[in-house]
């Protein structure tokens, strides 16, 4: 019974929602102000994020007459659940790689699909065609780019010869890093490309294209529900680094100094993220899907064979 | 309306643009608010893409007879609470399509068919500066 209220407290609080929130909005607000400085502006406050969601809270809750009402409410929340879960797996094994349970890593891979699936779950159900339209886009981002993410992931399960998040970190802590091997690194490479696909990030935004088809799956949420999405991929945006960091770079200890360099590693890729935002515009759907299942492919495959050659 | 509920929309509000038959001049305006030069979002006011998004509709030009019925409709869109902003002469009080025969009425009384208690801002101006347009949204969120 214990140990229940432990893991809820673990799911709510910390490493699960309030504390992946709180900090997924800061993130954002780091992003919208690298962005600022990258176009020589001021940029927003550093409360901005929090006054929007706050002021999101307080508008009123639109139901379109064309929408399917249930999905078109449950599927943020699901989303929302989904992203506090992966937080409190993630965030539970970097604390303590002795709580890890079998095949947990592909409990994240399965969950980390769960928030796409639920925007295009959204977008579908509020009856409008431009959310169709932004869903159906997604799905197609989504099949491109998991291919070469989980060839990725892969390469680290083999590299290591086991699927459990806590003894790649474990593996990690004796063996040095997994970035310091050639043949990671290029699977490091390619997870960071997932990374700005998985975000929704410009050059791959192409679901939520604001000019062309107005936030896509967004377009119809208003109010609460909106704001429950805008917390939803703040959070995303700590967990899917956090996940790079704990299978690629030793992980993201959390005592004492590691505390900073974790701080550190994780700005590092998140201000990456936002550079590549700003520096390259949307590509098509066509194109992103070539992309991934041609280029990004050939970099997973190749990250493989080399690590079966054993670099 | 209450303070609790326009408590955080000072803060961040979210601006909707809509032309209704204007030269497009003020709408230019409208977009050099949004360059680096100006910089809104250090105030919070960014460019949404959607009514259903937004807190504040900039409206510029007279109405025509022909964008009457979608200004409504994308008012009743807009989740309440919020601003219309008539931005120009124009959008306040017809300028200098007064009495012409392709026009239905400056913005307030169009807007006004669908809902008595909507909340207005004027801008005049042939076209307003970025300057005044950013100044009257301040005052605008301050009042209500």
Not at chain 1, 94 to 106: R, T
Not at chain 2, 116 to 129: E, L, S
Request: glycine share 8%; net charge positive.
């Amino acid at each position: 019974m214990e140990n229940m209220a432990l893991y809820l407290l673990a799911f709510l609080v910390f490493p699960g929602f309030l504390f992946t929130s709180t900090f997924g909005l800061v993130v954002s607000w780091i992003d919208r102000k690298v962005s600022a400085l990258v176009q020589w502006r001021v940029g927003p406050p550093f409360f901005q994020p929090f006054y929007d969601l706050f002021k999101l809270w307080q508008k009123e809750l639109i139901i379109p007459r064309n929408a399917k009402g249930t999905s078109f409410i449950l599927a943020p929340f699901i989303g929302l659940v989904a992203t506090s879960l992966l937080a409190t797996i993630i965030g539970i094994i970097n604390l303590k790689p002795e709580y890890q349970f079998v095949g947990d890593a592909i409990v994240i891979l399965y969950l980390m699909i769960i928030p796409p699936l639920a925007i295009i779950w959204g977008g579908f159900s509020s009856g409008n065609p431009f959310a169709s339209l932004g869903a159906s886009r997604e799905i197609k981002l989504m099949m491109g780019y998991e291919l070469p993410f989980i060839l990725a992931v892969a390469a680290v399960f083999f590299k290591v010869g086991s699927i459990s998040l806590g003894e790649i970190i474990q593996y990690q802590q004796v063996h040095g890093a997994l970035l310091n091997h050639p043949s990671m690194l290029v699977a490091f490479v390619v997870s960071l490309l997932w990374l700005q696909a998985k975000l929704g990030e410009i050059p791959f935004d192409i679901s939520e294209a604001e000019c062309e088809i107005m936030e896509g799956p967004f377009i119809e949420y208003s109010g609460p529900l909106l704001g429950i999405y805008k917390v939803m991929m703040a959070m995303l945006h700590v967990v899917c680094p956090w996940f790079l960091i704990t299978i690629f770079w030793g992980g993201a200890s959390m005592q004492g100094w590691g505390i900073l360099w974790s701080l550190l590693k994780f700005i590092f890729i998140i201000v990456l993220v936002v550079l590549i935002k700003n520096t390259n515009p949307r590509v098509r759907i066509d194109q992103a899907v070539k992309f991934f299942w041609g280029w990004v492919t050939l970099l997973a495959l190749i990250s493989m064979i080399l690590m079966f050659l054993g670099y | 309306m209450s303070n609790l509920s326009t408590r955080w929309l000072k803060k961040s509000p979210w601006v909707y643009h809509i032309g209704t038959g204007g030269c497009n001049n003020c709408d230019i305006e409208i977009l050099d608010c949004l360059t680096p030069r100006f910089d809104v979002e250090r105030f919070g006011i960014k460019l949404v893409v959607t009514p259903r998004h937004a807190d504040v509709l900039l409206v510029s030009g007279p109405v025509t007879y022909h964008i009457k019925p979608r200004l409504q409709e994308v008012y009743k869109q807009v989740p309440k609470p919020c601003v219309v902003a008539c931005i120009g002469a124009c959008a306040c009080s017809m300028g200098i399509f007064k009495d012409a025969y392709s026009v239905a009425g400056p913005v307030d009384k169009v807007i006004k068919e669908v809902d008595p208690n909507a909340i207005f801002v004027y801008v005049p101006g042939c076209p307003p500066k970025p300057e005044t347009m950013i100044m009257a949204l301040v005052k605008a969120l301050q009042k209500i």
